[in-house]
């Protein structure tokens, strides 16, 4: 039994409980936002964007199963971005061996063949085409009904080095480390790693580029 009286007696047990409560508010407030934050990693620094736009980059590489899986995903939720929203693919090429491959996504893009990306993808994961040297991927544009010298001129040519350098900076301000990874903002990168799959993903990407807008 308690020694203090019973009106101050009830008064320090509301005041427990009552501080309890605050705490555990506290704990479950600070859970959210912890578990908020696994699924995305910020940029440090954040990279500098077009002012009054929302930069959405999407990191990948043709000889990526899981972008393979996630490209087409993409390419429905883009449709419904946001009208401030900007858009663009980002072909990573981590070492030497993969740069043909970012080659031919800026040559396909010069040509405005945007149209063969996917089947890029389709050729080296469904049909496995092993389309990784300069002379594999011209041989296969010219299957795809190309030019192979329009081609082959395009994909050397000043225009493809440069964006293929963008890229390349791109990918090091980002320290991006994996593909497919999603980058919203200058600020935030996402990838199935952090968010925990493929469509949880574009969902956490999508609840940045609304963060990133209000």
């Known amino acids: 039994m308690s020694g203090l009286p019973p009106d101050l007696s009830s008064r320090s ?3 427990k409980s009552i501080v309890k409560l605050f705490a555990a508010a506290i704990f479950a407030v600070s859970g959210s936002v912890a578990f908020a934050q696994e699924t995305y990693v910020n940029v440090n620094p954040p990279q500098p964007t077009e002012p009054g736009k929302i930069e959405v980059l999407e990191f990948f590489s043709y000889g990526c199963p899981h972008c393979a899986v996630l490209e087409p995903m993409v390419a429905e939720w883009k449709k419904d ?3 401030d929203v900007t858009f663009s693919s980002v072909p990573v090429a981590f070492n030497a061996g993969m740069k043909p491959l970012q080659q031919l996504f800026y040559t396909l893009q010069a040509l405005g063949r945007e149209d063969l990306h996917p089947e890029v993808f389709n050729a080296i994961h469904s049909d496995g085409k092993r389309i990784f040297t300069k002379e594999a991927i011209v041989d296969w544009a010219a299957s795809q009904g190309l030019d192979r010298s329009a081609f ?3 994909m050397d040519s000043f225009g493809v080095a440069s964006k293929m350098t963008r890229a390349d ?3 090091e301000g980002y320290v991006i480390r994996g593909t497919p990874s ?3 903002d200058g600020r935030f990168v996402t ?3 952090e968010a925990g799959g493929y469509q949880q ?3 956490v990407a999508s609840e940045l580029i609304e963060r990133a807008g209000s």
């Open 13 to 15: 047990f509301k005041l």
């Open 81 to 83: 971005l946001p009208s």
């Open 152 to 154: 082959l001129a395009t």
């Open 169 to 171: 900076q791109l990918v």
């Open 182 to 184: 999603i980058a919203v």
């Open 191 to 193: 990838s199935p790693t």
């Open 201 to 203: 993903t574009l969902e």
